[in-house]
């Protein structure tokens, strides 16, 4: 059964940083895109990151370009999300999901599995 579990959100003042991680099983996780989402409360799930399978390709969303960073280790069959420079709009349920294929989408109609979700919330 393919699993996915988000870790590491928690409440952060204005300019920190967090690291999420998403781990697998069930499955092997570099074989998938593998794409980062948050959801304000009242807004639309909004698409953050993505890392792609064979090539190892990330896209951000513009609003986290040059603040978050997305990888995957292998080994631990773990991809995470470094986030820097963290903002109040950066709050939310953030998600990790498996695409349906490998390269990146910003659907969140191509992700198939998804996780539970971590809160992030960026308060002083």
């Known amino acids: 059964q393919l699993q996915l579990v988000e870790s590491g959100g928690g409440l952060v003042q204005p300019g920190g940083s967090l690291r999420l991680s998403c781990a697998a099983s069930g499955f092997t996780l570099h074989y998938y895109a593998i794409g980062w989402f948050r959801q304000a409360p009242g807004k639309e799930r909004e698409a953050v990151s993505c890392?792609?399978?064979?090539?190892?390709?990330?896209d951000y969303g513009d609003s986290v370009k040059g603040r978050f960073t997305i990888s995957r280790d292998n080994a631990k069959n773990t991809v995470y999300l470094q986030m820097n420079t963290l903002k109040p709009e950066d709050t939310g349920v953030y998600y990790c999901?498996?695409?349906?294929?490998?390269?990146?989408?910003?659907?969140?109609?191509?992700?198939?599995?998804w996780g539970q979700g971590t809160q992030v919330t960026v308060s002083s």
């Open positions: 890392i792609s399978s064979r090539t190892g390709t990330t």
């Open positions: 999901a498996a695409g349906r294929s490998w390269w990146c989408s910003t659907s969140s109609t191509d992700f198939g599995s």
